[in-house]
């Protein structure tokens, strides 16, 4: 594993596997895919149903087989994989921070980002159902990687609160491992998860579906005994005397994937609060300069292969960008501001400040016989100033950018010099 890459993608499922891919082809010379799983694949590895792939291979693949196809091309094209390995923070000169029990800790410096960390569900914290907290509740996709993946049924009598289409799958799955799923019940007055899914899933099975239904108790102390089920209102109030009791020892609860952000937050992302995924322009681009993203983290798509397609133009535009810094390139303009007439050096290298501090030499336009500060800023931000007495065209005035404005140097694309009022 080299320590810099040309792009570095974070999440190796659809979304980041056809990003990774898509930057390879459009010309970037080193592509990196991190996750934290042991295998590439991302949640399709979990989803061992078909229904996969018919837009794009107009076939109907289960999850595993559509993964597979990407992982192969990502290997053949030369795509480099650091798996079972955890990104812990990024910062907005593209370094990467990443954790494993193999290595400890790492850091890889990128030209650009892909953020392809997928989506996670909600839990019953974020829906504040009432009741004791016995075992026996789960979000569905937990329950979908213990029967998938590691072979063990969470339960045997089921209700399901959610008609997205993880519930809907699982419900299907478990019935079709012998247990018995009670009900599903949705808050809503329609389906939320796709059609397809309420016709093979649910209807094929004779699993109810109850419409403008909640949980409104779990009952048991140690262990899921039974759910008491009401029906809402049009403002998803209980009715009183809707109550039912539903003898269960499992809820699964299907209610909603949240895009997985706290990298993206933690490095400035702009976050769209209407869908909790990052404001992106027609490229994938986030609104740090070269950060891109793709898949469920920017919001939640139904078909993987609207994942795959978005995932593609974030790749391109990945590749654009590093094209654009390499023929540029990596340099931070020198901008003289108030006051400056000139300054040398004009650039500096965007890692100059690795080796050490940058002195800068520079003469005013017009004398100030009194106290100024002398600053550097990124057009927004102070980033550095030193006090002067007073300034004279005749003589040079130097200023030192210490070594500690590494990373706002290098996520700007100039700094601008300028003389500013003491009292200022
Ligand atoms: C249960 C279920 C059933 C579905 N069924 C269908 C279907 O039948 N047909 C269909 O077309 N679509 C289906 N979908 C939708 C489709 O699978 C998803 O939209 C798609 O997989 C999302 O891809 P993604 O790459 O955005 O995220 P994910 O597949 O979730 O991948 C994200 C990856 O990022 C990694 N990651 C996250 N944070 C970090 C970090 N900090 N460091 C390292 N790695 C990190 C994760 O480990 C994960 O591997 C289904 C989805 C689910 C959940």
Request: overall charge neutral; some cysteine; hydrophobic content about 40%.
């Amino acid at each position: 594993m080299k320590e810099r890459y040309d792009v570095v993608v974070i999440g190796a499922g659809p979304g980041g596997l056809a990003a990774a891919i898509s930057a390879k082809k459009e010309g970037a010379e080193s592509v990196l895919i991190i996750d934290r799983d042991k295998e590439p694949g991302g949640i399709l590895n979990q989803c061992i149903h078909n229904g996969f792939g018919v837009e794009i291979f107009k076939e109907d693949l289960p999850g595993p087989a559509y993964a597979e196809r990407f992982i192969n091309e990502a290997e053949s094209v030369g795509v480099e994989f650091l798996l079972d390995s955890m990104v812990l923070d990024i910062t907005p000169s593209k370094k990467v921070y990443v954790t494993s029990k193999w290595f400890g800790f790492k850091e890889i410096e990128a030209t650009s980002i892909i953020l392809a960390m997928g989506a996670r569900e909600r839990t019953r914290a974020q829906i504040r159902i009432p009741g004791f907290r016995p075992v026996g509740v789960y979000t569905a996709g937990t329950a979908q990687r213990f029967v998938n993946i590691e072979g063990f049924m969470p339960g045997k009598r089921f209700v399901i609160l959610g008609s997205g289409d993880i519930g809907m799958i699982m419900a299907r799955r478990l019935t079709l491992e012998g247990a018995k799923v009670e009900r599903v019940l949705e808050i809503m007055p329609h389906l939320t998860g796709l059609t397809r899914n309420y016709v093979q899933c649910l209807q094929d099975f004779n699993i109810p579906l109850q419409l403008s239904h909640t949980v409104n108790r779990i009952l048991g102390k140690n262990r899921v005994e039974a759910i008491e089920s009401v029906q809402v209102d049009e403002h998803f109030n209980p009715i009183k005397g809707t109550e039912e009791i539903i003898p269960a020892d499992t809820l699964l609860l299907s209610v909603g994937l949240i895009p997985e952000n706290e990298l993206s937050k933690k490095v400035g992302v702009k976050i769209d609060p209407l869908i909790q995924g990052p404001f992106v322009d027609e490229e994938m681009q986030t609104s740090v300069p070269g950060i891109f993203a793709a898949g469920n983290v920017v919001h939640i798509f139904d078909l993987v292969d609207w994942v795959t397609d978005a995932g593609i133009t974030a790749g391109k535009g990945a590749a654009r960008y590093v094209k654009v810094v390499k023929e540029k390139g990596d340099f931070v303009k020198l901008v003289p501001g108030n006051n400056i007439h000139h300054i040398v050096p004009q650039y500096i290298k965007r890692d100059a400040l690795i080796n050490g501090p940058v002195k800068l030499m520079m003469r005013v336009v017009k004398p100030i016989e009194e106290k100024v500060w002398v600053e550097v800023s990124d057009g927004q931000n102070l980033i550095t100033r030193k006090l002067e007495r007073y300034v004279r065209p005749a003589e040079m005035v130097t200023l030192t950018i210490p070594q500690k404005a590494y990373d706002d140097v290098r996520k700007t694309k100039e700094l601008i010099v300028s003389v500013e009022r003491f009292g200022g």
